[in-house]
């Protein structure tokens, strides 16, 4: 299974952009999938989970503001980012880990990553 994300560019602050991510080869519907961003110079950190039944988290910094779903047909999970600032500057990843439905907020709990995109707000 490969994961492919994209959506990623430049918006002015206040603005939104929506984040896919696409699983390919053999897919399952127990998997946990989530969105993490690295903005430069800082580590990794966890944005929102979502398993196959639709259960969803988020951190608090981004509640209300970003909104993960899912695709089952089409093995997409989506990132749907409104009110953006420019400190959501960075390269967003997405990540899943199959035949679980468990969420969680840890890189190494997640074995499968895409290869992130760029979003850049600007003020």
């Known amino acids: 299974v490969q994961l492919q994300a994209s959506g990623g560019g430049l918006v002015q602050a206040g603005g939104s952009l929506r984040l896919s991510c696409a699983a390919s080869?053999?897919?399952?519907?127990?998997?946990?999938m989530s969105w993490f961003r690295q903005a430069p110079g800082k580590e990794r950190e966890f944005l929102a989970a979502?398993?196959?039944?639709?259960?969803?988290y988020y951190t608090d910094s981004v509640k209300g503001r970003f909104t993960i779903s899912g695709d089952n047909a089409k093995n997409t999970v989506y990132l749907q980012m409104d009110s953006l600032k420019p400190e959501d500057t960075a390269v967003y990843y997405c990540?899943?880990?199959?035949?679980?439905?468990?969420?969680?907020?840890?890189?190494?709990?997640?074995?499968?990553w895409g290869q992130g995109t760029l979003v850049t707000v600007s003020s």
């Open positions: 979502i398993n196959g039944g639709g259960s969803t």
């Open positions: 080869g053999r897919t399952f519907n127990r998997v946990a």
């Open positions: 990540a899943a880990r199959q035949f679980t439905a468990r969420l969680s907020t840890e890189m190494a709990y997640y074995d499968l």
